[in-house]
């Protein structure tokens, strides 16, 4: 059973770049994509990007300007970067994985809360 | 974009009886919908996929149903444990992959 755990932090700034990381626990980065979700009061669940172990990408048009989403296998870990953060970025960001690109999400992190505030 | 609109966005249920749930896409997505679960301060849980797939180790008591751009979520005798909010998920037409708002379940 995989489990998912991830980190980053919690309190930005405006106009500063959040950083997240997902640890990948029982189990290979290989054969699945890898995804981050975002769920805040006002937007609900809101999809971000997913990337696979070989760095193919999709990203939410929306957000695809600011984010950057990367994969370390040899750290079976991946990670999102949201640059340019404001308060509309304050949300519960949960780490995911899916078993194709475009797909459904079989298995989620802890979600950790990312608030921006000046 | 696909939008996702689920209703109603609260439901009220007694304990034992049993729930419907809706989900409408804005264009069909054929059956490639999955549905949520989620309780206060945890992720999201995978119940069903392919629109009416249960996931490993959901119970018999939710089934889902419907294809295109209408689909229904059932909870046959709702538990203590099921009191909680529901989410459908889009996967056919992508990016971005999107989720509808949600409905919440709650004791009568």
Not at chain 1, 85 to 89: E, G, K, L, R, S
Not at chain 2, 91 to 96: E, I, Q, R, S, T
């Given at each position: 059973q995989v489990q998912l755990q991830q980190w980053g932090a919690g309190l930005l700034k405006p106009s500063e770049t959040l950083s997240l990381s997902c640890g990948v626990f029982g189990?290979?980065?290989?054969?699945n994509y890898w995804t981050w979700v975002r769920q805040s009061p006002g937007k609900g669940l809101e999809w971000i990007a997913e990337i696979n172990h070989v760095g193919n990408t999709n990203y939410n048009p929306s957000l695809k300007s600011r984010v950057t989403i990367s994969i370390d296998t040899a750290k079976n870990q991946f990670s999102l970067k949201l640059s340019s953060?404001?308060?509309?970025?304050t949300a519960v960001y949960y780490c995911a994985r899916s078993g194709s690109g475009g797909y459904y999400c079989d298995s989620w992190g802890q979600g950790t809360l990312v608030t921006v505030s000046s | 974009e696909v939008v996702m609109t689920q209703s109603p966005a609260t439901l009220s249920v007694s304990p034992g009886e049993g729930a419907t749930l809706s989900c409408r896409a804005?264009?069909?997505?054929?059956?490639d919908l999955a549905w949520y679960q989620q309780k206060p301060g945890q992720a999201p849980r995978l119940l069903?996929?392919?629109?009416s797939t249960r996931a490993t180790?959901?119970?018999?008591?939710f089934s889902g149903s419907g294809s295109g751009t209408e689909f229904t979520l059932t909870i046959s005798s709702l538990q203590s444990e099921d009191f909680a909010t529901y989410y459908c998920q889009q996967?056919?037409?992508?990016?971005?992959l999107t989720f509808g708002g949600g409905t919440k379940v709650d004791i009568k």
């Open positions: 189990g290979s980065l290989s054969g953060v404001t308060a509309a970025d | 804005s264009q069909s997505v054929n059956s069903i996929y392919g629109a180790g959901i119970p018999a008591r996967y056919n037409n992508w990016p971005p």
